[in-house]
């Protein structure tokens, strides 16, 4: 496992060297675009729009802005650099918040928070400080190319960061349903459906079911089989409101009953 990110954490004046590790990995399952005639595989080329096609290498290949039609500014790394400050690069906690406080629409992308070699002692004591508390810390800090707002928490002596959208971020959704009259009845149906349902979460019952079935034609295509899938079951919903929540509530029953 790699280093996403080398810098530190500042928590008033104590500062801690830590590193970033990504606390999620891709599963996606990979396949080449190729040409069907040939069995051989697409390659994309990097062309000048204005060269009569002419490839470009990477090397030469820069990052413009264009702020008028057809007239750029050029940025290379050491501007995007120059434009970080110090605390820029520094993860500086700047409040606590109750967990309860964040909506998960903020919530990005995960990683597990590690010391550096020296900073195990102060590490150690913002770990044990934030678990007591049970808060959560709010910081900015320029990870990459972009400045991310961050959540630092701490569970099961674990700390993680989890970069988060900037409220700018956030649209606007694009339809609100109206609250209509609701049936006192169906109501309760509804609470006893949810509250037939309920169990502790537990998220190793939960697979990728249809990667598995990818995972498994692939297998059957490279064996010179064909795709055998089960058929689906029809899913014929009650056009009634009542009936549909009777019958799901039923069918809750017995199969807790089994």
Do not use: W
């Not at 008033?12 to 396949?31: C, E, H, K």
């Not at 590490?123 to 990870?143: C, H, P, Q, W």
């Not at 409220?167 to 009259?181: Q, S």
């Not at 169906?186 to 349902?197: G, P, Q, R, V, Y």
């Amino acid at each position: 496992m790699g280093k996403s990110y080398k810098g530190a954490i500042s928590f008033g004046l104590i500062y801690i060297p830590i590193s970033l590790y990504n606390a999620v990995r891709s599963n996606t399952i990979s396949f080449n675009l190729i040409d069907k005639e040939t069995m051989s595989r697409i390659h994309y080329l990097k062309t000048c729009a204005n060269c009569e096609g002419k490839v470009v290498d990477n090397k030469d290949i820069v990052k413009g802005y264009e702020y008028e039609e057809n007239k750029y500014v050029i940025f290379d790394n050491e501007d995007f650099e120059k434009l970080k400050s110090k605390r820029d690069k520094t993860i500086v906690i700047e409040q606590f918040v109750n967990l309860s406080d964040i909506d998960p629409v903020y919530y990005n992308k995960p990683y597990y928070v590690v010391p550096e070699k020296g900073a195990e002692k102060a590490y150690d004591l913002l770990k044990k400080a934030m678990e007591r508390s049970k808060k959560v810390g709010i910081a900015k800090a320029v990870l990459g190319s972009k400045e991310s707002l961050i959540a630092i928490r701490v569970k099961n002596d674990i700390m993680y960061l989890y970069t988060m959208n900037f409220h700018e971020e956030i649209t606007d959704p694009p339809y609100i349903a109206p609250k209509l009259k609701t049936n006192k009845k169906e109501l309760e149906l509804a609470t006893a459906l949810i509250n037939s349902m309920k169990r502790s979460f537990n998220p190793e019952e939960y697979v990728d079911e249809y990667r598995r079935k990818i995972i498994k034609a692939i297998e059957a295509k490279i064996a010179g089989q064909e795709i055998v899938v089960k058929e689906d079951e029809d899913i014929n919903p009650a056009i009634d409101l009542m009936v549909a929540l009777e019958k799901s509530l039923e069918q809750m029953r017995d199969s807790l009953n089994k």
